[in-house]
């Protein structure tokens, strides 16, 4: 669904006119496209210590320009803040400040990005302020920034590099075009494995993916994603969305397995296609999930109960499936789609934010599990995203709910899709128990 206002307000006339009113002023934001540049314009890296020299001479090494120190009124294309030695909350005023100074030049739909570590790591209290402190100054600083420019954060866990594959994976995500609609988020990398792909352009070459609820929306959207990054795709859906999920099956070369995900043998269907078809399964996106919406004071048993089953117990039983299965066992990627429902609530929806906040738990208990074969699991949680759904909603609650965050406009399904691809990847391998929300950093909630 195109958001017409956004392309009205975004150049000439209509810019102008809503500059004058105090309108929200959204601008069209720099979306992934094949063989584009990484990020335009120079790189500033800020920071002392061993940690920034190392990433500078990385970024170098991916013939960015790459800048130590801030040439004035130099357009900026992102600036990347390296605070991964901090040792008490009076450390971050310099690199920050110095920081500031840039922040008027840098370009639209440009980046900001700190690198630091997690405060759970230690038990000093200084260092634990210090860390933390990071991450109200991200978040603030993100609702901040204009033109379509974001602000992420990576935290780095117990002994992981600055240049570690994980590390260098979020960094190119959080700089790329892929996390157009990713703002005031951390990535928490919490181990050195992980390997940055040979082929750029296809990540995800060589590797059998599976997703479900793909027939329409965003699951065709992330099949067609995965299908442009080099996989090879099992589509699953109910059978009343044969044809749909037959056409998406034609478009990205796949196979389709009709299938309810409901039943008791479903994770062993999927297994056996996947290897029955293509000889092997190495990733399972999760993304099917149904609404059956009701303030709880008129919540039946059937709307409650099938919500469970579809979004979070069927998950859970694929999951067993998966981790028993000697076929998932090379480096094997799970990613679930939640919803900031789960996070934040929403009237009206308390059977569907219980299964979402139940998918983060579960992603969080799994991590453990499937890391003992090297592999990683992750959410992603959307937020308002320009859907057949959303489209349903009446015009002015639909106008309020794209405005309602730092990038005043709707996400599109192929946002949601780039931040799973990303996470199904190799190079994101060292992030496992994560849940990323694609929000354009919704206003309401964590």
Excluded at 254 to 264: E, F, K, N, P, V
Excluded at 309 to 323: D, F, G, H, T
Excluded at 405 to 412: R, W
Excluded at 416 to 425: C, K, P, R, T, Y
């Amino acid at each position: 669904m195109t958001d017409m206002y956004t392309q009205l307000v975004s150049r000439g006339p209509g810019r102008d006119i809503a500059r004058k009113l105090g309108l929200p002023q959204p601008v069209v934001l720099r979306r992934y496209l094949p063989d584009q540049p990484l990020i335009t314009g120079p790189v500033l890296v800020q920071g002392a210590g061993s940690g920034a020299d190392e990433l500078a001479a990385t970024l170098l090494s991916w013939n960015l320009d790459v800048r130590r120190h801030a040439v004035p009124k130099e357009k900026l294309g992102a600036i990347i803040l390296v605070l991964d030695e901090l040792g008490r909350p009076e450390d971050l005023a310099r690199p920050v400040l110095t920081a500031a100074t840039s922040l008027r030049d840098l370009a639209p739909n440009s980046r900001v990005i700190t690198v630091s570590r997690t405060a759970a790591d230690t038990a000093d209290p200084a260092v634990a302020a210090a860390r933390q402190g990071v991450d109200g100054l991200l978040r603030s600083l993100a609702k901040e920034l204009r033109a379509g420019a974001t602000g992420n954060g990576i935290l780095l866990a117990g002994g992981v590099r600055t240049t570690s594959p994980s590390t260098l994976g979020a960094l190119r995500f959080f700089l790329s075009g892929r996390s157009a609609f990713v703002d005031g988020q951390f990535l928490t990398v919490s181990s050195a494995e992980g390997q940055l792909p040979a082929h750029a352009g296809k990540p995800l070459a060589g590797k059998v993916a599976v997703v479900t609820g793909a027939a329409r929306g965003i699951g065709a959207a992330i099949a067609r994603t995965l299908y442009r990054d080099g996989a090879t795709l099992v589509v699953v859906d109910i059978p009343a969305a044969g044809d749909h999920l037959a056409a998406v099956a034609n478009e990205v070369r796949g196979t389709a397995l009709q299938l309810d995900i409901s039943r008791t043998d479903a994770g062993q269907r999927i297994i056996d296609h996947a290897v029955e078809r293509h000889g092997r399964l190495d990733i399972v996106i999760h993304n099917a999930g149904i609404t059956r919406d009701k303030l709880l004071a008129n919540m039946d048993e059937g709307r409650w109960n099938s919500v469970i089953a579809v979004n979070i117990a069927a998950q859970l039983r694929i999951n067993e499936a998966l981790l028993a299965s000697g076929h998932f066992r090379s480096s094997p990627r799970i990613v679930s789609v939640a919803s900031t429902s789960g996070i934040a609530g929403n009237r009206g929806q308390t059977n569907y934010a219980a299964s979402k906040g139940g998918v983060m738990g579960m992603v969080r208990a799994t991590a453990p599990l499937i890391g003992t074969h090297g592999g990683s699991i992750n959410a992603v949680a959307p937020g308002f995203i320009e859907t057949e759904m959303t489209a349903k909603i009446p015009f002015a609650v639909r106008e309020v709910a794209r405005r309602l965050n730092s990038l005043q406009q709707g996400g599109q399904p192929g946002d949601v899709a780039e931040a799973i691809a990303f996470l199904a990847s190799d190079a994101a391998g060292g992030i496992s128990g994560e849940v990323l929300r694609v929000c354009g950093q919704n206003l309401v909630g964590a």
